[in-house]
């Protein structure tokens, strides 16, 4: 094998669950975790005589992905049976959409630059879980996701790398996320990959025998399971035998892929439009005001955010990762306070008092103008900011202006070297042998002498001329 | 008002304000029952039976008050089983109810009780039923005709007045004609299908079958309206359907296509077919030849849009969740084979394999694809027509009366044909009727009536003046050795 290198070429089917609450063609809930076979009715159950209405809501949230992804949305799409058994396919059949999907001709444009086309976006029912683990000689059947709506996201092989795949699906679970399309929850399944490869010479624009590799549960599943089917392939390729048309699982325990069926077997679906529903027509004014309703989407906002507020590129990542902390990061800085101080605070203490689950970001504690008050008592030398870390979770927990809770707690920042010299002498006597070491030349232990002195103060000392005094204090009886 | 007073409006009113006993008809009907159901030959029109049925007490109201009507059994309801005429469902009942059968409830009227039918719809003569065969009332060894024999035998034997039944190719219009009463196809989306067991969705509509137009009209008017639950049901005003049984034919345009004529007709039906023309002219309506050229289609398309269909609905029936469950399988797919072999009739294996086949890959185009466009051209012709200035279409709604128990059961085709005049309206969608037209050496025959989307009350406007010119036909004598239950 001397021939030119080899190149992957990649291509992913995403499958999105959308966070409508109910189900593509009944009403009941798609909630996560319910016992099984108690989210069911006639129609999802495919009881004899029930039939599909279409939810209005879920085509809403489709159109949006399909906009986002640039994508021509089409004034008439079809829903069609996919027909197989299978036991958790109630109906023996599937409802999607085949020759006339929702929409066509997308795009996406990853961080490295690279153009990667979205083929077509679809809507379909999920089917329900056949469990094999729960009895011993038997597989259970639970129904509760039947039906579920999803969009089926289906892009170009236009991706050359396991990396740059799994860039793409970052981004589009970002602008799922951002866009409130779905929650993109791997684990629940409500993110699915697929993921189609094969190896042609570099410079060919050849299409190879691809394979598909399903069961990609995470990010690093997608770029680690390409990665050992792209060596296979090599391997395979290196041998002087070709690759063959195959689908394949991912066994993440194992780290490797399995042959789960060849193509050439693979089934007909006897694929017609499906009489119970008509077409769906979208009027031109529907798709305008959703699209319309997308507002600015997440790349071109943290395009905005570096040049507008010249945050550092990461900063613009972390603010434009979802609709609502970008919009609140906004709101601060637009009540006077400097924007990399705000993103400071918005992307530290306030994330950190939202995960932890004391405050929201529509807290009343935490709205935009009472952080702004705390940022300005900081930067007025009023607080410390630790102290005003201490301030935020008080907001957070109980509603308070910040002021308020700075006078109740006596929280006011101690600037009076007097008193300050008092804590540092204290500190310098309690830890002779941590000064030792700082003079013999670990001057990083400043730091932990700096927090001896706050902890002492309380956390109301002026960090800034701690630092100073101490600094003084330990080189001046330094011999 | 005209000879109505033992009609089911009439006699509606008279439960409502109390000059009848809300369980009064009820009580009759079961007495009916007994004398046809336990003779001889027993009729055998029912599947499932409610004897005490409307006996609970207290007032009745509705359009429908007290009237006892009769319900194919691919209509779901909660209190009967609902079998679709198939092993494969036996003994499966419903957790709800279909929404004609809720709105006939609703309407005050009484289900007495389950009708026999061919196997999930599949068939012209209620013979593949795995119930056994419904006779005709007229005579005992001629088919009812079907798929909805056993409602149109139970309103022709007058056990119930009216009678619900579901028209894919005819299943309600040739039956009404082979045994003598009337029978409405409306237009596809007038009745909702949510709980219509599906056979071919494309073109299954919930019909009525009445002893007289007006009482077809009655039932029809009250299963009719939009559902939320049937995204294909559509949302158009109901016309007052009783006042268009009075409206009389003058000026009415009456359209004779001369394809529904071919030469090898029965010339028994043909002379009845004239003289209903002629009854029509009399009567004030102008009679005018019409083509509708694409006729010859309409059985290909259909034998290949409806198998096709029907092969995807009838999937579920799988044995994983409900009915029949074939016990002996190690597999999943051993159960899927047993049990749908064991639990399918011949005929519905027959349209499955044809389906299965039409939507396969490298076949789609070829036959899936040439009969949709056959359907546009047929839906073409009758738009033409109608707009053309044809008010009403007349044809025979069968090429022959009711022919022999076993005669055409193991000739497909010739079963096929019994539908050949029927299939149109459902690939068109028009609504179609059937009403008597007289007899043929004592055997009903009908006369088909067509009109353009939603005008109902057109096709009710020339029926109510045939049925006045020539008179219903029958009942036929009640068999002498019944006995009441």
Redesign the interface.
């Given at each position: 094998m001397n021939g030119s290198p080899l190149e992957a070429v990649i291509g992913l089917e995403v499958h999105v669950q959308l966070d409508t609450g109910r189900k593509l063609f009944c009403a009941d809930s798609t909630a996560f975790g319910a016992p099984p076979n108690t989210s069911v009715c006639?129609v999802c159950?495919?009881?004899?005589?029930?039939?599909?209405?279409?939810d209005p809501g879920a085509v809403d949230l489709a159109l949006r992905a399909a906009l986002a992804l640039d994508c021509t949305i089409h004034r008439t799409s079809i829903f069609a049976?996919k027909?197989y058994?299978y036991?958790d396919l109630?109906?023996?059949?599937q409802i999607s959409q085949f020759e006339r999907p929702l929409a066509t001709g997308g795009v996406v444009e990853l961080d490295s630059g690279r153009r990667v086309r979205i083929r077509r976006v679809h809507m379909e029912e999920d089917a329900g879980k056949s469990l094999h683990d729960r009895f011993a000689s038997a597989?259970a059947?639970d129904l509760n996701r039947t039906g579920t709506p999803l969009i089926e996201i289906v892009s170009e092989p236009d991706l050359r790398s396991p990396r740059e795949a799994r860039s793409c699906l970052q981004l589009l679970k970002l602008l799922m996320e951002y866009l409130e399309i779905s929650d993109c929850n791997m684990e629940e399944g409500s993110l699915r990959v697929d993921a189609n490869v094969s190896l042609r010479e570099k410079g060919s624009e050849r299409l190879e025998a691809s394979t598909e590799v399903k069961n990609l549960n995470s990010f690093s599943a997608v770029e680690k399971a390409l990665g050992v089917e792209i060596e296979r392939q090599t391997r395979i390729r290196a041998g002087g035998a070709a690759v063959i048309r195959q689908t394949l699982l991912w066994d993440a325990a194992a780290g490797d892929v399995r042959v789960m069926r060849n193509k050439e077997d693979s089934q007909?679906y006897?694929?017609?439009p499906d009489?119970?529903?008509?077409p769906l027509v979208l009027p031109a004014q529907r798709v305008a005001r959703l699209r319309a309703g997308l507002g600015e989407l997440p790349r071109a906002k943290r395009e905005r955010f570096r040049r507008q507020y010249d945050l550092p590129a990461y900063d613009a990542g972390v603010l434009t990762s979802s609709r609502a902390l970008a919009d609140y990061f906004e709101a601060v800085t637009a009540c006077g306070r400097q924007p990399k101080t705000v993103s400071n605070w918005v992307m530290g203490p306030v994330l950190k008092i939202v995960k932890r689950g004391i405050g929201h970001l529509a807290s009343p504690g935490l709205a935009p103008a009472r952080l702004a008050e705390l940022i300005a008592l900081v930067d007025g030398g009023t607080l410390s900011a630790p102290a005003a870390r201490t301030v935020l979770a008080g907001m957070a927990r109980t509603g308070d202006p910040p002021a308020a809770i700075v006078q109740r707690e006596g929280l006011t920042q101690v600037r009076e070297d007097q008193v300050l010299e008092g804590w540092v002498a204290d500190a310098v006597a309690a830890h002779q042998r941590e000064v030792a070491r700082y003079r013999g030349g670990e001057t990083r232990l400043l730091g932990f002498l700096i927090g001896q002195v706050m902890r002492a103060s309380g956390r109301k000392a002026d960090p800034r001329r701690v630092n100073q005094l101490l600094r003084a204090a330990l080189d001046a009886d330094a011999d | 008002m005209r000879e109505n007073s033992n009609g089911v409006a009439a006699r509606a009113a008279e439960v409502r304000n109390g000059q009848l006993a809300p369980d009064s008809m009820v009580a009759e009907a079961l007495e009916a029952l007994g004398a046809w159901e336990f003779g001889a030959s027993p009729l055998n029109a029912f599947i499932a039976l409610d004897q005490r049925a409307g006996r609970e007490r207290g007032p009745r109201d509705g359009a429908l008050a007290g009237i006892p009507v009769a319900v194919k059994d691919?209509?779901?309801t909660a209190d009967f089983p609902?079998t679709?005429g198939s092993r494969i469902?036996q003994g499966?009942r419903?957790?709800?109810e279909?929404t004609a059968v809720r709105r006939l409830r609703r309407a005050g009227a009484v289900v007495l009780g389950k009708t026999n039918m061919d196997e999930f719809g599949m068939g012209s003569s209620t013979e593949n039923s795995a119930f056994g065969p419904t006779r005709n009332p007229w005579h005992p060894e001629r088919v009812p005709g079907g798929s909805s024999g056993g409602s149109a035998a139970a309103v022709a034997a007058g056990i119930v007045p009216v009678a619900v039944g579901s028209d894919t190719g005819g299943s309600v219009r040739q039956p009404a004609s082979f045994c003598g009463v009337v029978g409405i196809k409306p237009t596809y989306g007038r009745v909702s299908?949510?709980?219509?067991?599906?056979f071919?969705?494309?073109l299954d509509q919930v019909g009525a079958l009445g002893r007289t137009v007006r009482d077809a009209a009655a039932l029809l008017e009250v299963v009719s309206g939009r559902d939320?639950?049937?995204?294909?049901s559509v949302n158009r005003p109901v016309p007052p359907l009783a006042a268009a049984c009075d409206r009389g034919v003058r000026g009415l345009v009456v359209g004779v296509p001369r394809e529904y004529f071919p030469p090898r007709l029965d010339p028994v039906v043909r002379r009845l077919a004239e003289r209903a023309l002629s009854a029509l002219e009399a009567a004030g309506a102008e009679v005018r030849d019409v083509s509708l050229p694409h006729t010859r289609y309409a059985i290909p398309a259909y034998y290949i849009i409806a198998p096709?269909?029907a092969?995807?609905n009838?999937?579920?029936y799988?044995g994983?969740?409900?009915g029949r469950r074939c016990g002996e399988a190690d597999s999943?797919e051993r159960l899927?084979e047993l049990s749908r072999s064991e639990g399918f009739g011949t005929e519905v294996k027959r349209r499955i394999l044809l389906g299965?086949y039409a939507?396969?890959?490298g076949y789609?185009d070829a036959y899936?694809g040439r009969a949709q466009e056959a359907r546009a051209v047929i839906a073409h012709d009758f738009e033409r027509v109608f707009r053309d200035g044809v008010d009403v279409l007349f044809t025979p709604t069968s090429p022959t009366p009711a022919f022999r128990l076993g005669e055409r059961i193991h000739d497909p085709y010739q079963m096929y044909l019994s539908d050949i005049f029927t299939v149109p309206a459902n690939l068109a969608g028009v609504p179609a009727l059937s009403v008597p037209i007289g007899l043929a050496e004592g055997l009903p025959v009908g006369g088909q009536l067509m009109a353009a989307h939603w005008r109902e009350d057109t096709l009710l406007t020339a029926a109510a003046a045939i049925e006045a010119e020539l008179g219903t036909v029958g009942p036929p004598p009640v068999p002498a050795a019944g006995r009441a239950i």
């Open positions: 006639p159950l495919g009881l004899p005589g029930a039939l599909p209405v279409l049976r027909n058994f036991p109630p109906k023996g059949y597989t059947v007909d006897r694929y017609f009489p119970d529903l008509p | 691919n209509l779901a609902t679709c469902l499966f419903s957790p709800y279909a299908r949510y709980g219509l067991v599906a071919a969705s494309s939320p639950r049937d995204a294909t096709a269909e092969s995807s009838l999937a579920r799988d994983v969740r409900f999943t899927y299965t939507l396969s890959a789609y899936y």
